[in-house]
């Protein structure tokens, strides 16, 4: 079945510094979706992206499909305390299934 | 407007007990989730109803059995829990992307 890859594990950075967390499948990808779930909370839709090369961006985040469509990258620019918290992405492949990687845990120290 | 809600939220049950997880969505949604989250195991899909209906299992389905009740709600069941069953529980519907209940923290003792 399909599978999203999703590295690092976790990552701990300074208040001010750059975060980057990867997502990649050995099979073409219709889309990627990616959540965030903060500490003792529940996963919460941030963005899809679907088209090949695609790039959105929200404030210091930045959303990047590949072009081959396997890949897909979420970047934080100068993290802040309020990043805390676990990014997810997520593939709807066909047949319904909603299946996650294993997620990036991020802290951050003040 | 409520969106996914999960009960109940907390629950400690013996080892070799049954339980049903309920979930409830008022989206209208098609496709609804269970899922489990065990810490470092990321969010791994049990079983899931893409139409009022139907189910299939996921990537964890044993030890659990579901039933896709109406196009609200869709529940979990499992009928002996055991220790490796602790975990935090999410169920979620679908229609475009994902809404998460608030979860179920479930310990076997």
């Known amino acids: 079945g399909q599978q999203v890859m999703q590295i690092p594990q976790y990552q701990h950075v300074q208040e001010g510094e750059d975060f980057t967390t990867y997502c990649n499948s050995s099979?073409?990808?219709?889309?990627i979706q990616w959540y965030k779930q903060r500490p003792g909370g529940h996963p919460v839709f941030l963005i899809q992206l679907v088209k090949s090369g695609e790039v959105k961006k929200q404030k210091r985040l930045t959303f990047q499909f590949g072009e081959a469509k396997k890949n897909s990258s979420l970047h934080i620019t100068a993290t802040q305390t309020t990043d805390v918290g676990t990014y997810f992405c997520?593939?709807?492949?066909?047949?319904?299934?909603?299946?996650f990687g294993q997620g990036t845990e991020l802290s951050v120290k003040p | 407007n409520a969106g996914v809600t999960q009960t109940p939220k907390f629950q400690v049950l013996k080892t070799g007990q049954s339980m049903t997880l309920q979930c409830a969505q008022d989206m209208n949604h098609n496709s609804m989730y269970w899922y489990r989250q065990d810490p470092g195991m990321g969010l791994r899909l049990i079983y899931y109803s893409a139409s009022e209906g139907t189910t299939d299992k996921g990537e964890v389905p044993n030890g659990y059995n579901v039933s896709r009740l109406n196009k609200r709600e869709f529940s979990l069941r499992l009928e002996s829990a055991a220790p490796s069953q602790t975990s935090v529980y999410f169920c979620?519907?679908?229609?475009?992307?994902?809404?998460f209940g608030q979860g179920t923290r479930l310990t076997v003792v």
């Open positions: 979620a519907s679908n229609q475009g992307y994902a809404f």
């Open positions: 997520n593939s709807h492949n066909q047949g319904g299934k909603l299946i």
């Open positions: 099979t073409t990808l219709s889309n």
